[in-house]
C-alpha cells in the first residue's frame, strides 16, 4: 500500500493502523526526511506528474492511497489528485481518493452521493475538481468524502471543541494566549 500524503494526520493514521496489521505500507511526504520514526518513506511532490508517475511504477503497490491535500493550493489538491490518478491507472494500481464534504455548500443537506458538488470555498472546488479527475482518469477508484478529521489529541482549536462538544461539554472559541503580536499568534487564540 502507498499512502500518498502519508505525513498527515489522516495518512499517518491510515499507516499506523495498516502497520499495526502487518500490511506492507509506504507513505510520502514533501519533506526530504521522514515525519515519523520507523517504516518507509519516499519524497513526493505530487504536484511533479512526471515523478509522481516514477515514484508509483516503482513502488509496485497493489493499492494507492491519496490523502494529500494542500488548504490553500489548487496545485497539490486538484493538479496532483489528477497526478496521482494518471500514475496508479499507469501503474495498474488500484486507486483510493480521499475527498471532503467541502465539496457541498451545505445549502442542500443532506446531500445524496450522486449530488453535484456546489462548493463555497477555494478548498472545496479544488477538492470538486479532484473528485471530476480521478472518475475521468480512474473510473474504477474509489472516492471517499469525509467531513472534519480530528486526532485523539484534539491538537487544534477545532479539534477542542469538536472534543468537547462530543461529551457534552462547551468550549470557549477563543483560547487565551500571551503572545502580544497578532500574527505570532497561532490561529484561535485571542489576545
Known amino acids: 500500500m502507498l499512502i500518498l500524503g502519508g505525513s498527515g494526520l489522516l495518512g499517518g493514521e491510515i499507516l499506523s493502523q495498516a502497520r499495526a496489521q502487518d500490511i506492507d505500507a509506504i507513505g510520502t511526504s514533501t519533506r526530504s526526511t521522514s515525519p515519523t520514526s520507523g517504516g518507509h518513506w519516499l519524497q513526493l511532490d505530487l504536484r511533479d506528474r512526471q515523478a509522481t508517475i516514477e515514484l508509483v511504477r516503482a513502488a509496485r503497490a497493489d493499492v494507492v492511497m491519496n490523502v494529500a491535500y494542500r488548504q490553500s493550493d489548487w496545485a497539490t489538491t486538484a493538479d496532483g489528485a489528477a497526478n496521482a490518478a494518471i500514475a496508479t491507472t499507469s501503474a495498474g494500481a488500484h486507486l483510493v481518493f480521499v475527498s471532503s464534504d467541502a465539496v457541498f455548500s451545505g445549502a442542500d443537506s443532506p446531500y445524496s452521493e450522486r449530488a453535484l458538488p456546489d462548493p463555497r470555498t477555494p478548498y472545496g472546488a479544488a477538492k470538486a475538481a479532484a473528485e471530476t479527475a480521478v472518475r475521468a482518469i480512474?473510473?474504477?477508484?474509489?472516492?471517499?468524502?469525509?467531513?472534519?478529521?480530528?486526532?485523539?489529541?484534539?491538537?487544534?482549536?477545532?479539534?477542542?471543541?469538536?472534543?468537547?462538544?462530543?461529551?457534552?461539554?462547551?468550549?470557549?472559541?477563543?483560547?487565551r494566549c500571551s503572545l502580544p503580536r497578532p500574527r505570532d499568534r497561532p490561529r484561535g487564540c485571542a489576545p
Open 138 to 175: 480512474a473510473p474504477a477508484s474509489m472516492i471517499a468524502r469525509t467531513s472534519l478529521i480530528i486526532s485523539s489529541n484534539g491538537a487544534s482549536v477545532h479539534e477542542r471543541l469538536a472534543h468537547s462538544a462530543a461529551r457534552g461539554g462547551r468550549a470557549p472559541l477563543h483560547r
